[in-house]
């Protein structure tokens, strides 16, 4: 099978969970740190995009402190227009986990390919934390490396390593999930998502000008983006923004029973063709 690894695993539980706005991606695989770079085990993300999307509604979410709205729009190309979300969730690694491969999540073609200059913006931020403020982010990058996603041996040696609560990321340039600590130490890893599109970033996204990650209209795929406020503007229509959402209630896993895991390790021996990564 040439999926990812994971994919099969990330199809089933999103099955399950779409209805309440939840999917579940296959990104990246872990993989080896030596050449040939194989891969070796998966990672997930958890993606709670469409029922922010239904729970906001067409108003948009709350706009974040001015002083991040600064940094993530100060740019001349970005300030009047609108940010987005085009991901909400988190990610999430099993223990004892190597790195995961170099990739930049998304980035410009065409006419909207990434300059070279130093007042360049990040177009796609992404802002990573740790729930726990004791806990560090530990993303792993390779600095100034906007190779439109291509990694080669010597940006391996040029990785750096982030370590703080919080981070912003540009989604252009190589990086990826560092490795997790064993089992015996730590459970699985995981650090909470916010994937941002600013208005340099939406022009490209609509005019079908982006890698890594592509405007796919034929797609199965949710593409919709979440509107965000800027700073104290307008209230949250879908409710108040310290209303918490009931617990879904899940009926038995079609696994459960002996003739269904027969089924599901049927099915994972020879799995549908609509399966697909984010």
């Known amino acids: ?10 199809s089933k539980v999103t099955e399950r969970m779409r209805e309440f706005g939840v999917a579940v991606y296959s990104p990246g695989d872990s993989q080896e740190q030596e050449p040939p770079y194989r891969s070796t085990g998966p990672r997930w993300y958890v993606s709670v ?6 729970f906001f509604g067409e108003d948009g979410a709350p706009g974040p402190p001015s002083e991040l709205w600064e940094l993530l729009c100060g740019h001349v ?10 991901g909400l969730g988190w990610t999430l690694a099993p223990p004892g ?3 995961q491969a170099l990739h930049a999540d998304i980035f410009g073609l065409g006419a909207h390919r990434r300059g070279r200059g130093p007042r360049e913006r990040a177009r796609w931020p992404h802002v990573l934390w740790k729930r726990d403020h004791k806990q560090l982010c530990t993303t792993e990058l390779v600095p100034a490396a906007f190779t439109e996603g ?10 750096r390593q982030v370590r703080a609560p919080a981070i912003v990321v540009d989604s252009e340039v190589l990086h990826r999930g560092a490795a997790t600590a064993a089992a015996s130490v730590s459970g699985w890893a995981s650090s909470l998502s ?4 600013t208005a340099s970033g ?3 996204w609509e005019a079908f000008a982006t890698g890594g990650t592509t405007k796919d209209p034929s797609s199965s795929l949710d593409w919709r983006m979440l509107l965000i406020r800027r700073p104290g503007v307008g209230q ?3 409710g108040t923004e310290s209303e918490p959402l009931p617990a879904p209630a899940l009926p038995p896993a079609p696994w459960a029973a002996p003739s269904g895991w027969r089924r599901l390790l049927e099915e994972r021996r020879h799995p549908p063709k609509t399966i697909r990564q984010h």
Not at 194 to 197: I, N, S
């Open 97 to 99: 986990s190597d790195p």
């Open 202 to 204: 939406w022009a490209a």
């Open 150 to 159: 291509v990694a080669q041996d010597g940006h391996f040696e040029a990785i």
């Open 236 to 238: 949250v229509s879908g």
């Open 194 to 197: 916010l994937e941002l599109c």
């Open 1 to 10: 099978s040439q999926q990812r690894f994971g994919a099969f695993a990330a």
């Open 77 to 86: 190309a970005d300030a009047d227009g609108d940010l987005r979300a085009r």
């Open 49 to 54: 995009t469409a029922l922010a999307l239904n």
